[in-house]
C-alpha cells in the first residue's frame, strides 16, 4: 500500500500524516484494496474552490474532491494510462480543511472525525462508489460508517 501525503502552504501539520495514513489504509483494507496506492492533499477554501471550477465546472466551495485514475475513461479529454505493474493506481483525494473545521463544528464532533469520513468518502469514490441515487448513497455510507467504526478511538 502506497499512501502520498501532501498539504498544501500553511496547512503544515493540521493533521497528523499517520493518522490520515491510518484513516486511509483502513478504507482500502475494508474495501479489500490493500495492493493500491493514492495521494492525499490537505488545502484551503480557495484552492479547493479553484479546482472544483477547473475540473468540474461547479462554482461553489466544497469539502472534498476525487479524482480517480481509471484505465478506461470515455472522455476524449481525459485518458489515463496505468503502468503494468500489479498496483491498483486510485487517483488522489483532496480535503478542504477550513471547510472540515467548519462541518465539525455543524456536526458537534472533532476536526479530525470529520477529516475521517472526508478522507473515507474520498477513498470510497477512488475505488468506484457514488451517492448518485438513493440506493448507492445508502451503500455508501453505510462503508463510511463501518470504516469510522473500525478506526474507534483514533478518530
Known amino acids: 500500500m502506497d499512501i502520498s501525503i501532501l498539504f498544501d502552504e500553511g496547512f503544515e501539520g493540521v493533521v497528523s ?21 493514492m495521494s492525499i492533499f490537505i488545502t484551503g477554501q480557495e484552492h479547493i474552490l ?29 485518458f489515463f494510462v496505468a ?10 483525494v483532496i480535503i478542504s480543511y477550513p471547510q472540515a473545521e467548519i462541518q465539525a463544528k455543524e456536526h458537534g464532533h472533532s476536526t479530525i472525525h470529520e477529516v475521517a469520513i472526508l ?10 462508489y457514488d451517492h448518485d441515487v438513493e ?21
Open 83 to 92: 503502468p503494468d505493474d500489479g498496483v491498483r493506481h486510485l487517483g488522489e
Open 119 to 128: 478522507l473515507t468518502h474520498g477513498t470510497l469514490h477512488l475505488l468506484g
Open 17 to 37: 500524516e499517520d493518522l490520515l495514513y491510518d484513516i486511509a489504509s483502513t478504507a482500502l483494507k475494508h474495501e479489500g484494496a490493500e495492493n493500491a496506492e
Open 50 to 78: 479553484e479546482l472544483n471550477e477547473q475540473y468540474l465546472q461547479a462554482d461553489h466551495d466544497t469539502d472534498v474532491l476525487s479524482f480517480a485514475m481509471q484505465e478506461n475513461i470515455d472522455d476524449d479529454d481525459m
Open 135 to 155: 440506493e448507492r448513497k445508502a451503500v455508501m455510507w453505510k462503508h463510511t460508517d463501518d470504516i469510522i467504526a473500525e478506526l474507534g478511538d483514533k478518530v
